[in-house]
């Protein structure tokens, strides 16, 4: 496919990505995704984030009351974590046409063979494919839309987006090439290392998901301090004492998890986590993660309720967001028909 090819110069480094209001949110989206985004939006480059709700649609139609509280509760979520509307652009997906508009072009670029392999397809289509919306399948040329209708150079991504980033870039080349221009940039993805994969308290082998059926198995960004302490206190470990070295760690996948968890929150390498605790039993470590976890946690599930009591003032910074992404995307579009032979 597309390995090897490199992000031509000609672009400037530009951040974006989404996050679909599907759900609640949890500690994995917290340091997964919306810790990185904040933590990019200081490094000098422009960072766009994104709530796409219209990729929140595709794999099943919510109650609208429901999308629309999701959709500001994410928006709340980011602002919570730091996200600053004034120095990121911060938005709602369906608020900005050029989206879908450019979708369009993209689903006549992209081939029915690419969308088929994509293993999400694969997944949430299951045995009834015939079942399944056709927005599911053009899900992926709808993400490449979001990427490169802002030329956006990177994008951070959890692993299991990769394959949707390998296909945006073969989109990008596909397009240039068909017209013979160098008009879309290659996108690199930034994908999320080990350490900031948040699995389960129930269990480590399984990815912390807000769509567990146990509400102990996850760090939710809404929990109170005393739900944050009351679930660390539960989670679920081995009868061994903390290791001395990263390496102990293999084949006790709880322990690692909690000790990942450690070393994202105080934003330190887990390495440092282990020399600093070497030895402990988990019934010294458990408190000291509770009450890490509260010091960072507590005060942004506080700020999101703060923030949700005023939803006219979250809309209100997302339709601002919408400009301000709008500005970027039209001339964007626009140039793509004149390529493409639109009459304007
Ligand atoms: N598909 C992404 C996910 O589920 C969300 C998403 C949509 C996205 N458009 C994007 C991520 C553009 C990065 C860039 O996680």
Known sequence: M??????????????????????????????????????MQDSGVETIYCVVDLHAITATLF??????????????????????????????QSQVAEHTQLAWIFNCVA?????K??????????????????????????????????????????EDQ???LELTRDIAIKFNHDYGVDFFPITEPVIEGAATR???????????????PSDMSRLNMTDDADAIARKIRK????????????????????????????????????????AEHAGQQFGTFKPSLADLAVAKLEPI????????????EIDAILRGGADRARAIAAPVLERTYEIVGMVR
């Open 2 to 39: 597309s390995e090897g090819v490199q992000t031509s110069p000609a672009f400037t480094k530009r951040v974006f990505s989404g996050i679909q209001p599907s759900g609640g949110l949890t500690l994995g989206n917290y340091l997964g995704a919306i810790k990185r985004f904040v933590d």
């Open 63 to 92: 109650d609208p009351d429901t999308l629309r509280q999701q959709t500001r509760e994410l928006a709340a979520g980011y602002i919570a974590s730091g996200l600053d509307p004034q120095k990121s652009i911060l938005f709602n």
């Open 111 to 115: 081939r029915m063979g690419w969308m």
């Open 117 to 158: 392999r994509m293993t999400q397809w694969k997944d949430k289509a299951g045995k009834n494919q015939e079942n399944a919306s056709l927005g599911l399948l053009a899900y992926p040329a709808l993400m490449a839309a979001d990427i490169l209708v802002y030329h956006a150079t990177h994008v951070p991504v959890g």
């Open 162 to 164: 990769k394959q949707h």
């Open 198 to 212: 948040v699995m389960s308290l129930r269990d480590g082998s399984k990815k912390m998901s807000k769509s567990d």
């Open 235 to 274: 989670a679920k470990t081995d009868p061994e004492p903390l290791p001395d070295t990263l390496e102990g760690l293999d084949d006790r996948p709880e322990a690692r998890n909690l000790v990942n968890i450690y070393a994202a929150l105080a934003d330190i390498p887990p390495e440092q986590v282990i």
């Open 301 to 312: 599930s506080s700020e999101m309720a703060r923030l949700m009591q005023d939803p006219a």
